[in-house]
């Protein structure tokens, strides 16, 4: 039972493309995020959404749009990729609006763009 | 802009020694921190937390101390064990769902 599933776990792809990366959580909970791992290892958050609304977001490129169909539900659609969006991408969520729990993590997604 | 800062990218430990991985703030409107264990590909997992009006938890081998003052906290592990050789990761949130990591610290638990 994956509490935090993304899709795909890995993504190679040419530039220009359009491409989406899923991510679904089953723990009932009411906020998820999307972070970008760098080439030096940071998490850097870009978007977050509390109950479908969108709460954080980052300088991020109108590139990178999120998509919440429903609050278990985060998708990740990037227009015209480039190469430096290559990255490991990471949806978690949290439970409660403000309150002070830990995230739960998904396995990521490595894209590779060529 | 990094607001959660950890300057020490590796850190090398016998086992059986105290390992301290050291984390930095500057966001003053940060309450709660927490430090995530990340094995290499996989997602960082949860390894314990600290409320910004407390200055010190502990669970098992670990134990976070937060010096508020300073904005500084830092994660005690002790006896270290190889099995805790990961990439360790503060991270301190607002009460707006902003969560924000350091950069990560490599831990390797030798034998």
């Known amino acids: 039972d994956t509490a935090v599933s993304q899709t795909p776990k890995y993504l190679v792809t040419q530039m220009g493309n359009d491409k989406s990366i899923k991510c679904e959580q089953n723990?009932?909970?009411?906020?998820m995020y999307w972070y970008k791992q760098d080439s030096k290892k940071f998490l850097k958050i870009m978007f977050s959404?509390?109950?479908?609304?969108?709460?954080i977001n980052e300088t991020v490129p109108n590139r990178f749009s999120p998509k919440s169909p429903d609050k278990a539900h985060l998708n990740l659609h990037i227009n015209s990729l480039e190469l430096g969006d290559s990255a490991v991408y990471f949806c978690?969520?949290?439970?409660?609006?403000?309150?002070?729990?830990?995230?739960?993590f998904g396995q990521g997604t490595r894209l590779t763009v060529v | 802009d990094q607001q959660v800062k950890q300057n020490s990218p590796s850190l090398s430990v016998q086992e059986g020694r105290i390992s301290i991985l050291n984390c930095d703030y500057t966001?003053?409107?940060?309450?709660?921190f927490l430090w995530y264990k990340k094995y290499p590909a996989e997602g960082p997992t949860f390894l314990i937390s600290?409320?910004?009006?407390?200055d010190k938890n502990e669970d098992g081998r670990f134990t976070v101390f937060l010096n508020k003052s300073a904005k500084h906290l830092s994660l005690h592990i002790v006896p270290s064990q190889p099995g805790d050789s990961a990439v360790y990761f503060c991270?301190?949130?607002?009460?707006?769902?902003?969560?924000?990591f350091g950069a990560g610290t490599r831990l390797t638990v030798k034998p």
């Open positions: 991270a301190a949130k607002s009460n707006n769902n902003d969560m924000r």
């Open positions: 723990l009932g909970h009411d906020t």
């Open positions: 966001n003053s409107m940060f309450d709660y």
């Open positions: 600290i409320s910004s009006i407390k």
């Open positions: 978690a969520s949290s439970r409660g609006s403000f309150m002070n729990t830990e995230a739960f």
């Open positions: 959404y509390n109950n479908k609304e969108l709460i």
